[in-house]
Nanobody
Framework: QVQLVESGGGLVQAGGSLRLSCTAS????????MGWYRQAPGKSRDLVAT???????NYADSLKGRFTISRDSAKNTVYLQMNSLKPEDTALYYC?????????WGQGTQVTVSS
């Protein structure tokens, strides 16, 4: 089964940008969906964005226009470009894959936005 490793998190000031990467241990060509979710302390894990194998994207309504998801199947990698970051974007960001109906999660990467 695919294993996912996230990177790119860190500490950034409000208004700044970060790009998260999620690299899979094998080809993601058979993964119908790849996505990002986030979980703030004491809160549920919420959808950030998903992208299909055909490149169709879906975003949480509150994040449209600031976040962009993309995938590079040749590199087995999914990206999340985050711009105009706000303190409320602070969370642990998880990569997710749905490959042949099997859901997998990465270990998460922390994003902290200071005001």
């Amino acid at each position: 089964q695919v294993q996912l490793v996230e990177s790119g998190g860190g500490l950034v000031q409000a208004g700044g940008s970060l790009r998260l990467s999620c690299t899979a241990s094998r080809s993601i060509l058979d993964c119908n969906f790849m996505g990002w979710y986030r979980q703030a302390p004491g809160k549920s894990r919420d959808l950030v964005a998903t992208i299909t194998s055909g490149g169709n994207t879906n975003y949480a309504d509150s994040l449209k226009g600031r976040f962009t998801i993309s995938r590079d199947s040749a590199k087995n990698t999914v990206y999340l470009q985050m711009n105009s970051l706000k303190p409320e974007d602070t969370a642990l960001y998880y990569c997710n894959s749905v490959c042949r109906s099997v859901w997998r999660w990465g270990q998460g990467t922390q994003v902290t936005v200071s005001s």
